[in-house]
Antibody, heavy 117, light 111 residues
C-alpha cells in the first residue's frame, strides 16, 4: 500500500520560507507517477501547488509559480516543497499526494502550517 | 475564487439520489476527459471517489457515479447513506500551463 507522510515546521514567520518534505513508502518514486503538493486553508477548498516527476520535471500552479520550488530525492524516496516570502494567506493544511493527470489517488495525512506575523 | 464552480450545498434524505454539478470552461472540463471527484469528511484527508470522468477506484461503492456534458461534470450519489455526508470537490485537468484546478467544494447534508 502506498503511504505518504508530510514533515516540517508547523509555524513559519511571515516573509520567510516554508519547507516541507514528503516521505513515500510502499512505492518507489523512481517507478513513475508525478508527486504533488496540495493545500487547504482553514475552512476553504483545495488548491494545487505543483508536482514533480522522478526525472525532476516540475509543474507549478501559475498563481504560485514565482514562489514555489519542488524537488525530489529518489535515493530517500522523498520529495520536498519550498514556498518563499510567505504571508498569512499561506496558512493552510499542506498535503502531499501521488498524482497522474487530474488524479490524486494516495494522500498524506496533511500537516498544518501557520504563518505568524 | 475557484476555477471550477460547484454549488455550496446540496441535501437529500437517506435512500434518495443527489447530483452535484461542477461547471468549468472549454479550457478545462470541456477540453479533456480528466475529471475527478473527492470526498472529504471533517478533519479528514480527501478520498478519490471518481476519476477520468466516470471511473471508480477499487473499493468505492457503485452508488457513486460520474458524468460530463460539455463544460459541466456531475457526481451522482444514489441510495444516500448517512456516511455520505461530507464535502465533495471536483478536479479537472486544465492544460499544460495550469495542470489541475479544483472546484470550491459542495457540502452534502443527509437529512
Amino acid at each position: 500500500q502506498v503511504q505518504l507522510q508530510e514533515s516540517g515546521p508547523g509555524l513559519v514567520k511571515a516573509s520567510e520560507t516554508l519547507s516541507l518534505t514528503c516521505t513515500v513508502s510502499g512505492y518507489s518514486i523512481s517507478s513513475g507517477y508525478y508527486w504533488g503538493w496540495i493545500r487547504q486553508p482553514p475552512g476553504k477548498g483545495l488548491e494545487c501547488i505543483g508536482s514533480i516527476y522522478q526525472s525532476g520535471t516540475t509543474n507549478y500552479s501559475p498563481s504560485l509559480k514565482s514562489r514555489v520550488t519542488i524537488s525530489v530525492d529518489t535515493s530517500k524516496n522523498q520529495f520536498s516543497l519550498k514556498l518563499n516570502s510567505v504571508t498569512a494567506a499561506d496558512t493552510a493544511v499542506y498535503y502531499c499526494a501521488r498524482r497522474r493527470t487530474a488524479v490524486f489517488d494516495f494522500w498524506g495525512q496533511g500537516t498544518m502550517v501557520t504563518v505568524s506575523s | 475564487q475557484s476555477a471550477l464552480t460547484q454549488p455550496r450545498s446540496v441535501s437529500g434524505s437517506p435512500g434518495q439520489s443527489v447530483t452535484i454539478s461542477c461547471t468549468g470552461t472549454s479550457s478545462d472540463i470541456g477540453g479533456y476527459n480528466y475529471v475527478s471527484w473527492y470526498q472529504q469528511h471533517p478533519g479528514k484527508v480527501p478520498k478519490l471517489m471518481i476519476y477520468d470522468v466516470n471511473k471508480r477506484p477499487s473499493g468505492v461503492p457503485d452508488r457513486f457515479s460520474g458524468s460530463k456534458s460539455g463544460n459541466t461534470a456531475s457526481l451522482t450519489i444514489s441510495g444516500l447513506q448517512a456516511e455520505d455526508e461530507a464535502d465533495y470537490y471536483c478536479c479537472s485537468y486544465a492544460g499544460t500551463n495550469t495542470f489541475e484546478v479544483f472546484g470550491g467544494g459542495t457540502k452534502l447534508t443527509v437529512l
